[in-house]
């Protein structure tokens, strides 16, 4: 009976330990420096999940970004897990590629998010984000869209919503400190809408798109954030620790490394949200 209680104490802290390190060490790839493609537009990723193989996201950039589908086993999992009441399709969910805005899109239950790697273009003052989002649930706090940072280094940028009233904002870090830069949309839950991003970090400014056109005034005198070099950029989640992890659907996800105009956002909405009405009224 003793050496049972000694195994069991054994497996435990062997457990906890193991959690412990994964929550301290969260995905971490060196930053590699890339020609591109495109480089006119400033397009240097564009994850469409109409093409997922093996877990791998097709890059339709021509820059050969493919990002991977990841998950984690770490004490955010086994919390949640805890927390839904071990909840089976939480536990053994998978993610599923869905019907989307234009073609396939990726619907994740908070387990699982795409890891699209870390090159030097994504290391940037300047830059675009745009993506497609549906909110499911209200489950967890801090659902991240699209990030690259790292947490408690407090660096980097995520694009989130805040939990209860789904307000998108746009959370920036430096050293010990952060703000969230609120856009004022309340993102409705089971619906598409688009939302892109301009970040400007030289000028201190950032502007809200919300379905192709500004939303609210451009934010200026934006604290500098400092640029994150060391992690993946993630679609889904902050930082690969399923911390802070989307719930929902995303289809479309774009990276510019540069600013685009307003009329650019408008065109890439558009264009997709042909193709969404088209769907709806098949419908």
Not at 86 to 115: C, H, M, P, T
Not at 159 to 167: A, D, F, H, Q
Not at 226 to 237: A, C, E, M, S, Y
Request: hydrophobic share 35%.
């Amino acid at each position: 009976m003793a050496m049972q209680i000694v195994l069991i104490g054994v497996i435990v802290v062997g457990i906890y330990l193991f959690v412990e390190y994964k929550h301290s060490n969260p995905p971490v790839e060196e930053c590699r420096v890339k020609p591109l493609k495109n480089n006119k537009s400033g397009l240097v990723s564009h994850w469409s999940f109409d093409k997922i193989e093996e877990d791998r996201v097709e890059d339709c950039s021509g820059n050969n970004n493919s990002g991977k589908i990841r998950s984690a086993i770490n004490r955010h999992f086994i919390r949640k897990m805890i927390k839904s009441y071990f909840d089976l399709n939480y536990i053994f969910g998978v993610y599923e590629i869905v019907k989307g805005v234009k073609g396939d899109a990726i619907s994740v239950n908070g387990r699982q998010w795409v890891a699209g790697g870390n090159i030097d273009a994504y290391n940037t003052n300047t830059f675009t984000i745009a993506v497609w989002a549906w909110r499911e649930h209200d489950k967890y706090s801090v659902p991240t869209i699209m990030a690259k940072g790292s947490w408690p280094q407090f660096d980097g940028w995520w694009l989130t919503t805040k939990p209860g009233e789904r307000s998108v904002d746009m959370g920036i870090a430096w050293g010990k400190a952060f703000e969230h830069i609120e856009s004022g949309f309340e993102l409705p839950l089971r619906e598409w809408h688009h939302i892109a991003v301009t970040m400007n970090n030289e000028e201190h400014e950032i502007q809200f798109f919300i379905d192709g056109l500004p939303y609210g005034k451009k934010h200026k005198d934006v604290h500098e954030w400092i640029v994150n070099w060391n992690h993946d950029l993630f679609i889904g989640d902050y930082d690969g620790s399923g911390r802070w992890p989307w719930d929902g659907k995303l289809d479309e996800a774009r990276y510019y490394n540069k600013i685009l105009s307003k009329e650019d956002i408008y065109k890439i909405y558009s264009d997709e949200n042909r193709s969404l009405m088209v769907m709806n009224e098949k419908n």
